[in-house]
């Protein structure tokens, strides 16, 4: 089955610092998706990046890149200089055959700026 | 190109009543999935559907159930409705996966739902 496993409940960055967002997960699948989405106070999942489980090169959007770790099973999420409005809850999740593509997200990280 | 819609954005409602959701997913979008999102489970996966065929389910009682349209919108129903579903229910869709290229999801706004 799959899993994902997010071990920080709750982080603080000064705002322009970078910091990094862990997530680990579990498949026994060879083909898969990660993904990381934000959710803001307002509620809405927001999607922020994409990685491919055969993709050689770490995923980037902007601020965010993901650094991908295949042996390890880790899909960590940096966002650089970090902004006031990146406040919010960040969840990754994943997608593979086996599983019928179904999403499988974790228990979420809640990330609060500081100025 | 207009995103994932979902009505009615805020219920109450009590219990033993029942409810029905609305999403109409972004136009080309041929999955939509359902999710409840509370403080203490986090965002629980409901049920998928693709085609008008539900593709995948979660762990929830018969209570809950769905439906997709031929024009990919979908609902999703709660019957016998209980303090314990008040939630904020979350629609997803994505375009057909294929291959070992992974579609994202977009996900609507939501909607609360307050079971008194």
């Known amino acids: 089955a799959q899993k994902i496993t997010q071990t920080q409940p709750g982080m603080f960055v000064q705002e322009k610092e970078a910091v990094t967002l862990d997530c680990t997960y579990d498949?026994?699948?060879?083909?898969?998706?990660l993904f990381w989405y934000k959710q803001p106070s307002s509620g809405e999942m927001i999607f922020l990046i994409y990685q491919g489980s055969y993709d050689e090169q770490n995923a980037t959007e902007g601020r965010y890149s993901l650094n991908f770790q295949k042996a390890r099973k880790s899909a960590n999420l940096v966002i650089s200089a970090s902004q006031l409005g990146d406040s919010a809850m960040y969840f990754c999740?994943?997608?593979?055959?086996?599983?019928?593509?179904?999403?499988?997200f974790g228990t979420g990280t809640s990330l609060t700026v500081i100025p | 190109k207009a995103g994932v819609t979902q009505t009615p954005r805020y219920l109450i409602k009590t219990r033993g009543q029942q409810v029905t959701l609305s999403c109409s997913p972004i136009s080309g979008h041929r999955s939509v999935s359902w999710y409840q999102q509370t403080p203490g489970q986090g965002l629980q996966f409901l049920f998928e559907?693709?085609?008008?065929?539900?593709?995948n389910k979660g762990n929830f009682p018969g209570r809950f159930s769905g439906r997709q349209f031929s024009n990919s919108r979908s609902e999703m129903n709660v019957s016998t409705l209980e303090l314990g579903d008040s939630a904020l229910y979350l629609c997803?869709?994505?375009?057909?996966?294929?291959?070992?290229?992974?579609?994202?999801?977009?996900f609507g706004p939501g909607t609360r739902l307050t079971v008194l």
């Open positions: 997803a869709s994505s375009r057909f996966t294929s291959g070992v290229s992974y579609n994202e999801q977009f």
């Open positions: 498949t026994s699948d060879q083909s898969y998706g």
């Open positions: 559907y693709f085609s008008e065929t539900q593709r």
């Open positions: 999740a994943m997608r593979g055959p086996n599983t019928g593509n179904q999403f499988y």
